[in-house]
């Protein structure tokens, strides 16, 4: 039986942990070819052959520091050299931050914009460079529930992912006609590294420390969503899955909220 992402070729930004980690063995499985980018040379490479030994597709790992323009131009272009296409482009590599309106530092908005904002927009811009010339594609955003309602995330890390659900809409608007699909995706209380430090924090811990975490954190968050459950990277995958295949092909400038209904009760428990 054909994968949902068969003959598809992805770039997953972010990919050797949490919810980018989680995509490519999803989009793996279901028959892609992918580029995983991300900063872990060790860690990009090991995944990218195991993925390939597991599913049979071919994956390649290109190392790629998103704040940098030119290294997200050139994951577009390793892709392009080693499949000829690129159909899909999850913009999904990102950090939380806290700050607030009071005590935010120039140096802290100059890189929360940059990493939160700037990728995905360099994302877009490469991506839609060569999707234009192939027929078209689906870019896939990870913003976040902190773009819609208070306290859900920093200050300038909610900001950054409110311009990202806006930008998506308007990208969509822009490379519609060429038949490029841009959605995001607003994940709500999702168990990943980045609740003790993100990934390379987790990357200093022994396993049996990290699992230990992310039991305690899944304990925890399936207090803080109608659905009894911690969401995972997993559910965010499966959005990206559904946004990256055929099926969605009539869905375009959206966020498409996963949260368990976060936002429904936190909306009751304010009012």
Same mark, same amino acid.
Request: hydrophobic share 45%.
């Given at each position: 039986?054909?994968?949902?992402?068969?003959?598809?070729?992805?770039l997953?930004?972010?990919?050797?942990?949490?919810?980018?980690?989680?995509?490519?063995?999803?989009?793996?499985a279901q028959?892609?070819?992918?580029?995983?980018?991300?900063?872990?040379?060790?860690?990009g490479?090991?995944?990218?052959?195991?993925? &390939?030994?597991?599913?049979?597709?071919?994956?390649?790992?290109?190392?790629?520091?998103?704040?940098?323009? &030119?290294?997200?131009?050139?994951?577009?272009?390793?892709?392009?050299?080693?499949f000829?296409?690129?159909?899909?482009?999850?913009?999904?590599?990102?950090?939380?931050?806290?700050?607030?309106a009071?005590?935010?530092?120039?140096?802290?908005?100059?890189?929360?914009?940059?990493?939160?904002?700037?990728?995905?927009v360099?994302?877009?811009?490469?991506?839609?460079?060569?999707?234009?010339?192939?027929?078209?594609?689906?870019?896939?955003?990870n913003?976040?529930?902190?773009?819609?309602?208070?306290?859900?995330?920093?200050?300038?890390?909610?900001?950054?992912?409110?311009?990202?659900?806006?930008?998506?809409?308007?990208?969509?608007v822009?490379?519609?006609?060429?038949?490029?699909?841009?959605?995001?995706?607003?994940?709500?209380?999702?168990?990943?590294?980045?609740?003790?430090?993100?990934?390379?924090?987790?990357?200093?811990? &022994?396993?049996?420390?990290?699992?230990?975490?992310?039991?305690?954190?899944?304990?925890?968050?399936?207090?803080?969503?109608?659905?009894?459950?911690?969401?995972?990277?997993?559910?965010?995958?499966?959005?990206?899955?559904?946004?990256?295949?055929?099926e969605?092909?009539?869905?375009?400038?959206h966020?498409?909220?996963?949260?368990?209904?976060?936002?429904?009760?936190?909306?009751?428990?304010?009012?």
């Open positions: 039986m054909a994968g949902r992402l068969q003959h598809k070729v992805a997953i930004t972010g990919a050797t942990s949490g919810i980018g980690e989680a995509t490519a063995r999803v989009f793996a028959g892609a070819q992918l580029l995983i980018a991300a900063r872990s040379t060790e860690k490479e090991a995944l990218a052959a195991q993925l &390939s030994e597991e599913f049979g597709v071919q994956v390649i790992f290109k190392r790629t520091d998103i704040m940098i323009e &030119s290294d997200i131009a050139a994951a577009v272009d390793a892709a392009m050299t080693a000829g296409q690129l159909d899909c482009l999850f913009n999904n590599a990102g950090a939380g931050e806290r700050s607030s009071e005590s935010v530092t120039e140096d802290e908005f100059a890189h929360a914009m940059r990493l939160l904002v700037g990728a995905p360099f994302g877009i811009k490469h991506a839609a460079r060569v999707m234009k010339s192939t027929g078209g594609g689906s870019i896939i955003n913003a976040s529930i902190a773009a819609h309602r208070y306290a859900q995330g920093g200050y300038l890390y909610s900001g950054a992912k409110a311009a990202v659900s806006h930008l998506t809409r308007l990208a969509g822009e490379l519609g006609p060429w038949n490029i699909r841009v959605n995001a995706i607003s994940p709500g209380a999702i168990a990943t590294p980045i609740f003790w430090g993100g990934s390379a924090r987790a990357q200093t811990l &022994s396993d049996a420390e990290n699992e230990a975490k992310m039991a305690k954190l899944e304990g925890n968050l399936a207090k803080a969503t109608p659905i009894p459950r911690s969401g995972l990277a997993l559910d965010i995958a499966n959005a990206a899955l559904f946004l990256a295949s055929d969605s092909s009539y869905i375009n400038s966020d498409l909220v996963v949260d368990g209904g976060r936002i429904a009760m936190f909306n009751e428990k304010s009012s």
